[in-house]
């Protein structure tokens, strides 16, 4: 039922969300000592599946450039999901797959699958690579939000809490916020919150911010770098900087697409470039990875040597999430009248409150590719042939749009995805 308090002027509850993703040199990270449960891999295949949802309504349509970050958005709409109620919370836990308990709860196992990740709430911090993975809430201090909530917010999601005055201070907070998700990202992701998105009805912003900087095992060689083309949307040639090299890779193949993994030090993370078979197959594949359960699709590869082209590239994007998540089904938490977030606030001391709404959600990614790493942050039927012996090296070019993945392996999580349809742009 909706409550009758909607008839007065809801608050504004805005939702941001910022990703980064580096690949450079550096150092790599001890693996986990035991592997995730299988409970924790549900959630990452929560996660993946939003990704690929994603990847489908954040492009409407167009086929250009695109890197975002399913796991920093997964993260960043739990934290008000886990004050959702009625069907609010019903299309979100629909829309993103987050595990519940017996009253339909944010369920604990979110702490575990988050605790997963190296450096996360107190654990042992990577040595070979940079993941950081941070959480913050600016929550209007006049406004009765309840301890229950803040503190649930605390031990699951590990986040800082700051107890502000928007209705005094919405501009400086804005300020505020941006820097603190550009000293999260170390300078990479610059004022997430435009101008004209707080204002003095704002009561809550949740923000989650995602870094990595990794090294590859095997570096591309930088004087075997050189001009070659590429066919941007698969049709029009352009000359780009093409990286190479001749290695032992976990390598797959299938009418539709080649796969290869592209291991990061520390043997936790790695890259996995999807590559069409055909010049103009972007659409095609995309489809096909959708599918089926994304953790399927990385099991059919084996090992063999792989010559390797991959152009160098850079990117970055923003985007509202807002109209996307509605064509997931996720309508009512951005609904003013309608939107149920009363799992958030105090019930003795809200019954003069007007209830809360996502006002905004909004995201920032950027990745850089190069020799060294990476700096940021109808059925159909795919039948996968691994090349067990090979005499010589099968062909792996990326010279016309592909799909790549960074993908935390212990729980099988993408941790970032992206379309390069144009490395220069």
Request: net charge negative; hydrophobic share 45%; proline share 6%.
């Amino acid at each position: 039922m909706i409550n009758s308090r909607r008839s007065r002027a809801s608050r504004w509850f805005g939702m941001l969300l910022v990703a980064i993703l580096a690949w450079s040199g550096c150092g790599a990270v001890d693996a986990a000592d035991a592997p995730p449960p299988a409970d924790v891999k549900q959630v990452a295949a929560g996660v993946n599946a939003l990704g690929l949802k994603l990847l489908s309504g954040l492009s409407a349509g167009a086929s250009g450039n695109l890197f975002f970050s399913p796991f920093s958005i997964h993260i960043a709409f739990a934290m008000p999901f886990a004050g959702a109620a009625g069907e609010t919370r019903d299309e979100m836990a629909k829309a993103f797959a987050y595990p519940v308990d017996g009253q339909g709860v944010l369920a604990g196992l979110y702490g575990d699958f988050m605790k997963s990740f190296p450096g996360f709430g107190g654990t042992s911090a990577p040595a070979d690579y940079k993941l950081s993975v941070a959480n913050a809430i600016w929550a209007h201090k006049p406004y009765p939000f309840a301890t229950s909530y803040l503190d649930l917010i605390k031990t699951t999601f590990a986040s800082e809490i700051q107890s502000v005055d928007f209705a005094v201070d919405y501009q400086k907070i804005r300020l505020e916020i941006n820097a603190w998700v550009e000293a999260q990202t170390q300078n990479l992701i610059k004022d997430l919150i435009p101008e004209g998105i707080l204002n003095e009805l704002t009561r809550m912003v949740l923000v989650n911010a995602v870094y990595f900087k990794g090294t590859w095992v095997a570096e591309f060689p930088k004087d075997a770098t050189t001009d070659a083309p590429f066919f941007v949307d698969g049709k029009t040639e352009t000359k780009v900087p093409m990286m190479r090299q001749t290695g032992d890779f976990r390598f797959a193949d299938s009418d539709v697409f080649q796969m290869i993994r592209l291991p990061y030090k520390g043997d936790t993370l790695a890259m996995y470039v999807f590559l069409p078979r055909e010049r103009d197959g972007i659409a095609k594949l995309e489809t096909t990875l959708a599918e089926k359960p994304f953790a399927e699709w990385l099991s059919g590869l084996d090992e063999t040597k792989v010559n390797v082209s991959l152009p160098k590239f850079k990117m970055e994007s923003g985007c509202s999430l807002a109209e996307a998540l509605r064509g997931l089904g996720v309508n009512l938490a951005f609904d003013e009248k309608n939107a149920d977030f009363y799992g958030m606030l105090d019930p003795a001391k809200a019954k003069n409150e007007p209830g809360l709404f996502i006002s905004a959600a909004l995201h920032k990614a950027f990745v850089k590719v190069d020799e060294e790493g990476t700096e940021a942050a109808a059925a159909t039927a795919v039948v996968m042939q691994t090349k067990s012996v090979a005499r010589m090296p099968v062909e792996f070019k990326a010279d016309h749009p592909f799909l790549f993945f960074i993908v935390h392996e212990p729980t099988t999580t993408v941790l970032f995805l992206g379309r390069v349809s144009s490395p220069e742009q």
